[in-house]
């Protein structure tokens, strides 16, 4: 689970307790909004995770 802390941290810049409530939202319920804004830059950052190999996605907010 620290690879995915260290991963948050560098694709985002997060710090390291942002990043660790990320990966624990996502280690509970399976998945987690990790950021959000327009959808050029959240597919970027889809593949950036997607590279790291997490599983990503990039939705429609409501």
Do not use: P
Not at 7 to 24: A, C, E, H, P, W
Not at 25 to 37: D, F, K, N, P, T
């Amino acid at each position: 689970m620290k690879v995915v802390v260290v991963i948050f941290k560098r694709v985002f810049g997060y710090s390291d307790n942002k990043s660790t409530q990320l990966m624990m939202e996502v280690h509970h319920r399976g998945r987690a909004v990790v950021w959000s804004g327009t959808r050029s830059r959240a597919e970027r950052y889809c593949a950036q995770l997607q590279a790291a190999g997490l599983l990503a996605s990039v939705e429609e907010g409501t």
